[in-house]
């Protein structure tokens, strides 16, 4: 029942009325959420009944965020900063951190970006794991119907290539927009990784 107000609660302070705006007078609207540290907790919190809603919420939330945004003529934008894993069982006890988190995260479709954080950069096959069967999710996908994965200053030591792409321009509506990947100054990056 919290979960189901929480959720309620964003998205009527997101997409509430608005129809009191003469749209004459205004530009578009862009609507963003933003995620991160999301840290494998694609369970919920049972242990917390107000935080117990799990990955299935959230992408139903984003289904419906995204039809309001596209009725309204709204641009919508879904981002995430990075941390992915590292901090469940569901996300650690495997022995590449993520195998069995990235594969549902996947099921959030139309990200407009997304980039690493330093929990996910930390181990060299995760890294190896996120080049192979993650990023090219994103990236790979002509149509740019996923988003991007965005890592402007993260490099595969191997080849010299950028992990994820170091940005992308997205047109909407008339404008342009840069969106860019970028951790921090993270100094524990693993072996096969350049920051």
């Given at each position: 029942e919290?979960?189901?107000s929480f959720f309620n609660n964003m998205y009527e302070s997101l997409f509430g009325d608005n129809d009191n705006i003469d749209r004459n007078e205004r530009e578009n609207v862009f609507k963003i959420i933003h995620t991160t540290d999301i840290h494998g907790w694609i369970a919920g919190h049972s242990h917390s009944p107000h935080l117990d809603?799990?990955?299935g919420d959230f992408a139903?939330?984003?289904e419906h965020m995204e039809k309001n945004a596209k009725e309204k003529d709204h641009i919508f934008m879904l981002f995430d900063s990075g941390d992915l894993i590292e901090g469940t069982g569901i996300s650690d006890a495997s022995d590449i951190h993520g195998e069995y988190v990235f594969p549902i995260i996947k099921q959030i479709k139309h990200y407009t970006g997304l980039t690493m954080g330093n929990h996910?950069?930390?181990h060299a096959a995760t890294v190896d794991f996120m080049r192979e069967e993650f990023i090219p999710f994103y990236n790979d996908?002509?149509?740019d119907v996923n988003g991007k994965f965005l890592t402007a200053n993260s490099v595969y030591e191997n080849s010299g290539d950028f992990i994820g792409k170091p940005y992308y321009i997205r047109e909407e509506q008339g404008y342009?927009?840069?969106v860019i990947g970028?951790?921090?100054n993270f100094t524990q990056e693993a072996e096969n990784t350049v920051r």
């Open positions: 919290n979960n189901k809603t799990d990955f139903s939330l984003i996910d950069i930390g996908d002509p149509t342009k927009l840069l970028w951790i921090f």
